[in-house]
């Protein structure tokens, strides 16, 4: 992938030599231009194109978005009612992801949504420790972690 992203890159400076301007819309245009041929020539470089990477970045970035704002949401939602009918806890939380930096991620991202905190990791990496401030079924807050960070990060790094 960072080959990729060079590659682009010196082609758009091609590009901006081969026009003789040297202004960001030329530059652009030469970037966009390398990037669909590399998209052209994906077949016949070593690695998966990295188009579909920052794809994947993106879709996480969103994912955290919708997340940050339904967690706050119901966070806020707890704060404003009168009687507090919460049930917080501890559950554990076991992963697929591997690499230090994908459960980093993952533990940020959770940590990083209004109710919830990673509290631990176990030192085989592979269990989780979350607090969340309200859990009414623990199965369907793992079910809804997998299907939603975990399969993201997964996207993103493999």
Same mark, same amino acid.
């Given at each position: 992938?960072?080959?990729?992203?060079?590659?682009?890159?010196?082609?758009?400076?091609?590009?901006?030599?081969?026009?003789n301007?040297?202004?960001?819309?030329?530059?652009?245009?030469?970037?966009?231009?390398? /990037?669909?041929?590399?998209?052209?020539? &994906?077949?016949?470089?070593?690695?998966s194109?990295?188009?579909?990477?920052?794809?994947?970045?993106?879709? $996480?970035?969103?994912? /955290?978005?919708?997340e $940050?704002?339904?967690?706050?949401?119901?966070?806020?939602?707890q704060?404003?009612?009168?009687? *507090?009918?919460? &049930?917080?806890g501890? /559950?554990?939380?076991? !992963?697929?992801?591997?690499?230090?930096?994908?459960? !980093? !991620? *993952?533990?940020?991202?959770?940590? $990083?949504?209004?109710?919830? *905190?990673?509290?631990s990791? !176990?030192?085989?990496?592979?269990i989780l420790?979350?607090?969340?401030?309200?859990?009414?079924?623990?199965? #369907?807050?793992?079910?809804?972690?997998?299907?939603? /960070?975990? #399969?993201?990060?997964m996207?993103?790094? &493999?």
């Amino acid at each position: 992938m960072p080959f990729q992203i060079l590659l682009n890159l010196i082609l758009a400076l091609i590009w901006v030599l081969l026009n003789n301007s040297w202004d960001l819309v030329t530059f652009s245009i030469g970037y966009v231009l390398g /990037f669909l041929l590399i998209f052209a020539l &994906r077949r016949f470089l070593p690695y998966s194109f990295y188009g579909q990477k920052i794809v994947a970045v993106v879709k $996480l970035l969103l994912l /955290f978005l919708k997340e $940050l704002i339904l967690s706050s949401i119901s966070v806020i939602k707890q704060i404003i009612k009168p009687d *507090l009918d919460i &049930r917080p806890g501890i /559950f554990a939380f076991e !992963t697929q992801l591997k690499s230090d930096w994908e459960i !980093t !991620t *993952l533990a940020c991202l959770i940590s $990083l949504t209004p109710g919830t *905190l990673t509290v631990s990791v !176990t030192p085989d990496k592979s269990i989780l420790y979350i607090h969340a401030i309200d859990i009414p079924d623990a199965e #369907q807050t793992i079910a809804q972690i997998k299907d939603s /960070f975990e #399969q993201a990060i997964m996207e993103v790094s &493999r």
